[in-house]
């Protein structure tokens, strides 16, 4: 007698989700991608913001429909655990497109793109819960829970890492290039200004304040309204005219925000230009005090112009992945996971903003030839170190101050009377006749 082998027949996979099938599974994660879609498209097309065209935003346009693109083709073709994790890595990216509808509205109420941002924001929770259901529903149940449970383990700090290295560093740089400040903040100054407006290199018109000069010296007071004001009265108390505004894209100044500075040498320059115009103010006597990123984009324009006499750069950091890597962090973390971090914040800063990285800080400061004071709390660990490299570069036309017990730009608070005897002596040798 011969025995006949028939072949088991094969363990059908798990179903690919309920009540639907994958179809509907498919339409849901269609829906959500082409309402972030929409979106993209009324932020930088339909709705640009006020001093900006379409033409500013092809690298904000093209690379997200392209990649929204992909993953919707991709999408029905993927097995199994795929189409969960492009699910959530949608979800996390749509909610990311959305944090800048929800902050405007929040703040000053909806308008403009602020509603498709609003749906961006919905959409990226529904592929966030769609995309964590179909990770449960096809989950493996079959073969040994020894092995079944350590492999979840695994896929999970697989997917944290990947979250903290690349997803978390792109929402970053995307919600840094779309959120600024909204308002105008409250004035207490304390001194006589004026409401002033003036117009950028490319176009943008800027407003802020302005406090005249009664010794034919002005500041710039940088960035924004807000930071620099108690600056602002200690150098009116000196007789030094105060010009302070609103950045491109806050505010009631044109453009878009931009956290990183990016781009806002060009608002300082206006500035310059303005200072120039007014009749109480030696064109050869202007100078900068810049906050934080302020004290960046004040490197920046020193180390490009001349007509800014004198600088002081409190707080200044780093921008991008180059000075990133100059800090002193660890080697594992700043070869490894910060360098990945950086890089992707730094790709989605640049492709949101529609700009190239800017130069590194330290070689700006080494074409700086004005006097300049760089004022630093190195203990703080938000990269403010790094001075001691950009004084390094400098050279003799800079002088490093760091004050061990700040916190970042709070020189003023931690020592009031030498920071004030410290910066007004240096405004006073390098502008005053």
Known sequence: MTATLTPPAPVPAPPLTRRGGRA?????????????????????????????????????????????????????????GWRGTVGLISGVLGIAGGIEGFHYTREVGPSG???????????????????????????RTEGSRWWRYPRRALLGVAGALVALAILGPIGLGYVTTHTGRAVVPPNHLGVPYEDVKFNTGDGLELEGWYVPSSNGAAVIAFPGRNGPQAKTRMLARHGYGVLLFDRRGEGKSEGEPNAWGWGGDADIKAAIAYLQRRSDVDPGRIGGIGLSVGGEMMIEAAAETDELAAVVSEGAGARSTTEDMDQDDPAL??????????????????????????????????????????IAAPVKGVGEKLNRGYAQAAGDSATLWEIPESNHVGGLDARPEEYERRVIGFFDEALLP
């Open 24 to 80: 509907r599974e498919t339409v849901l994660f269609l829906i959500g991608l082409a309402l972030i879609a929409l979106h993209v498209l009324d932020d930088n097309v339909l709705q640009p913001q006020p001093g900006t065209s379409p033409g500013d935003h092809v690298a904000s346009t093209v690379v997200p429909l392209g990649l929204l693109g992909l993953a919707a083709w991709a999408y029905p073709r993927l097995r199994r």
């Open 113 to 139: 793109d602020d509603f498709t941002g609003l749906l961006s924001l919905a959409a990226g929770v529904l592929l966030l819960g769609l995309g964590a259901v179909t990770l449960w529903r096809t989950r």
């Open 333 to 374: 973390g700043k070869w490894t996971l910060g360098l990945a971090m950086s890089a992707f914040k730094t790709a989605a800063v640049a492709v949101s903003s529609n700009q190239a990285p800017p130069a590194n800080l330290k070689d700006l400061a080494a074409k700086v030839e004005q006097p300049m004071l760089l």
